[in-house]
């Protein structure tokens, strides 16, 4: 006789048994939403231990457990006389015919195939509890020998419960089988989407190329206007021994320039760095051309503080700097020399870049103000240097996209002290083939970095 086994407190009590915690955690959560009563079991033997004191409308088993899988779970549960009539659903993959065979022939009731369907497993629990609730006739078994793979199975179950299996079966193929459509037609509508995405945005780049083809244009147009304002160096090269300028704009047009102008018996000389670089410090720069001309050849303003003093005035008001926090801080940098060809002494001014002078193996750094050209909170004049120079005198002006380069194996800046060096072991060499170490030095210590900075170097040999 059937023992008397503790019936759950709430009808729809549910034992699922799954090893992993995770995916257990899922299916209660799922159930208990739908009005479900849970119960976990994490192996087969945990489960049939929690079978002899209690009795669940259904249970709901994963097939890949270690220890006892779901088919023996369940042929364990259907060949007891206590639980026979238990429903058993067997979550699974369905990924071949012997899985098919071993859930008839351990005599599960439903297949759910992983992943499952919310909707379509709960459809399945309550089918099957209303068919439990349902007095049904029960006929003989039917005992059917397979032969599959190599292995025999005998399937013996009542032949209502297997047609049920494998309309249950069928269905859930056809539940995939829907899916899959819709996931393609999904797919399908996201492939046309993308196309038209794609030839949307092939249009944008097109229009974007001929933009930048015009822009570049523009550009190019505006690197030749700007080379020539900015006069070419060759003009101070009629004037001094020999010379050289190194000039790398990190864009096609530059914030750095440099500047040159005779008057009678005095040779005038600036290297300047325009705040910013590119279009914005091309406009400087030019601004900055515009207005030393006129200090020097309107106003005749020959002595290079002075020149300076009134170059940031200018800068000043016409960029309409008051010292405002929302106005434009840009300016300059710059270093000016002004050579006496009667008397070769050389008056320089300077804001922020040095210049350096080299005679009998020694460097001079004429040192210089720590004010830009613009506006500043402490701004004072300009102070004036003087030096008499000697024949074979060296004079180096530079701004600092030479020493702020980073690079190097430790990716740091160059600093002057690196460039000092290269300046005192070749200065007897020819200023030509000094040109060519610097910018063979720069290269190489760059490597595979992005230029930061304009570059300019100024050469003069007295």
């Known amino acids: 006789m059937r023992n008397k086994i ?22 209660k959560y799922l159930l208990e939403v739908n009005h479900f009563d849970v119960v976990l079991a994490y192996n087969g033997q945990e489960a049939l231990d929690w079978l002899t004191k209690n009795e669940p409308s259904l249970i709901i088993s994963d097939i890949m457990m270690p220890g006892m899988n779901g088919y023996e779970l369940c042929e364990k549960i259907k060949s007891d006389d206590r639980t ?17 065979i071993e859930g008839l022939s351990c005599g599960a009731d439903s297949f759910i195939t992983k992943p499952y369907d919310k909707s379509f497993l709960i459809s399945n629990i309550e089918k099957i509890l209303i068919e439990k609730s349902s007095p049904h006739s029960k006929t003989g078994t039917l005992g059917v020998e397979i032969n599959y793979g190599g292995k025999k199975k005998i ?9 049920k299996l494998l309309l249950s079966i069928y269905q859930g193929a056809i539940f995939k089988n829907n899916e899959l459509i819709k ?38 147009y505006a690197q030749k206007i700007q080379s020539s304002v900015l006069k070419t160096p060759q003009i101070g090269s009629d004037f001094f021994g020999e010379m050289f300028y190194l000039h790398l704009p990190r864009d096609t047009v530059s914030g750095d320039f440099y500047w040159f102008h005779k008057t009678d018996n005095k040779l005038l000389v600036g290297v300047f760095d325009c ?16 207005l030393l001309n006129e200090i020097v ?17 200018k800068v000043i008001s016409a960029l309409g700097q008051k010292g405002r926090s929302f106005e434009v801080h840009d300016g300059m940098d710059g270093s000016l020399i002004v050579y006496d060809l009667t008397t070769k002494i050389l008056s320089y001014s300077g804001a922020f870049n040095p210049v350096y002078i080299i005679r009998d193996n020694n460097l001079i750094e004429l040192k210089v103000n720590s004010m830009p050209l613009s506006y500043a909170d402490n701004m004072s004049d300009f102070t004036g240097q003087e030096m008499k120079l000697a024949p074979q005198d060296l004079i180096y002006m530079f701004t600092d996209g030479y020493t702020d380069q980073f690079g190097g194996p430790f990716s740091k800046k160059f600093h002057r002290a690196q ?12 200023l030509e083939w000094q040109k060519q170490l610097l910018l063979d030095a720069h290269i190489i210590w760059k490597g595979y970095e992005e230029q930061v900075d304009d570059v300019t170097v100024v050469g003069l040999k007295v």
Do not use: C, W
Not at 8 to 26: C, F, P, Y
Not at 419 to 430: G, V, W
């Open 84 to 100: 026979k009539d238990l429903p058993v659903i067997l979550l699974t993959s369905l990924s071949d015919l012997e899985e098919v």
């Open 297 to 313: 050849i309107s106003e005749k303003i020959l002595e290079p503080h002075l020149i300076l003093n009134r170059l940031r005035e």
């Open 6 to 27: 503790k019936t759950a407190d709430r009808i729809k009590n549910i034992l699922v048994v799954e090893d992993s915690i995770t995916q257990a955690a899922q299916i």
């Open 183 to 220: 996931t393609r037609d999904e797919l399908s509508q996201m492939n046309e989407r993308l196309e038209e995405l794609i030839e949307a945005r092939t249009n944008d780049l097109k229009i974007i190329e001929s933009k930048n083809v015009l822009i570049n244009y523009s550009i190019q």
């Open 155 to 163: 399937i013996s179950t009542e032949p209502q419960k297997m047609v």
């Open 419 to 430: 460039l000092k060096e290269i300046l005192l072991k070749n200065h007897k060499r020819t």
């Open 275 to 290: 705040t910013g670089h590119g279009v914005p410090g091309a406009f400087m720069s030019m601004l900055g051309v515009t």
